[in-house]
């Protein structure tokens, strides 16, 4: 690789690796103590430097997302195992089976959202997902279909996960730590959008209403697709008349059934006041 014009007058850190590699093979070269530290892997993966693998993970995502000019994100959370129309009949429940048409509403929203943000030059609306298959593959396929980009937020799991094919190369993320995930899924988030889905779907619909709730997080459009799933999974009247949430935080989010209603809400949205 040719080397960049320096724009300071001291030797930069890859300068340094290209000259270790060119140093006498000795006994004193070869030992781990005498690695560049930010070269010696060994030395990274240690339990102490946890901190820094931890800032290491919310900066790298943060600076390329800054030098693409992404300024705000429309989130998507789903479920991974809900298949897309055309393969419904490879579900491993009836209940999944039915379910497929939400990932068609998801494609389409996301493709209106994409259409949107395309007027930005790709800097506003930009759809983001957890990068995986499912509903997170629809969001992904829905901006891919309109020309624009999108974001993948994939996690390394016990079990093998790959980015679905349409997220955006330059886009598609991995991370060891769920915390440092789910912070870059809110961070620019201008509209969040959920779908029927598992634990990992019910994780991210909770830690995001926490959060407006406790005024943690400003309020954004906040979307749940499917009202008679969402109406069965969690009976939100009996949280309310209970008192272990106030009445007023069952406005914190709106229930819709098609692209169509999403957008719309999302058009028709007014900050509340003193929210």
Known sequence: MKDEPRTHPFRDSIEDIAAAKRIPDTPQTRAPAYRLAFADRDFLLRDELRPVRLQLELLKPQLIMDERGIESTVVMFGGARIPAPEHRDQARTQTLADLSHYYEEARRFAQQMTERSLGTYGREWVIATGGGPGVMEAGNRGAHEAGGQSIGLNIVLPHEQAPNSYVTPDLSFNFHYFAIRKMHFLMRAKAIVVFPGGFGTMDELFESLTLIQTGRMKRIPFLLFGR?????????????????????????????ETAEEAVAVIDGWEQPAGA
Do not use: Q, R, Y
Request: proline share 3%.
């Open 228 to 256: 008679d799933w969402w109406e069965k999974v969690v009976n939100w009247g009996h949280l309310a008349e209970a008192g272990v949430i106030s009445p007023e935080d069952l406005s914190l989010f709106a229930m819709v």
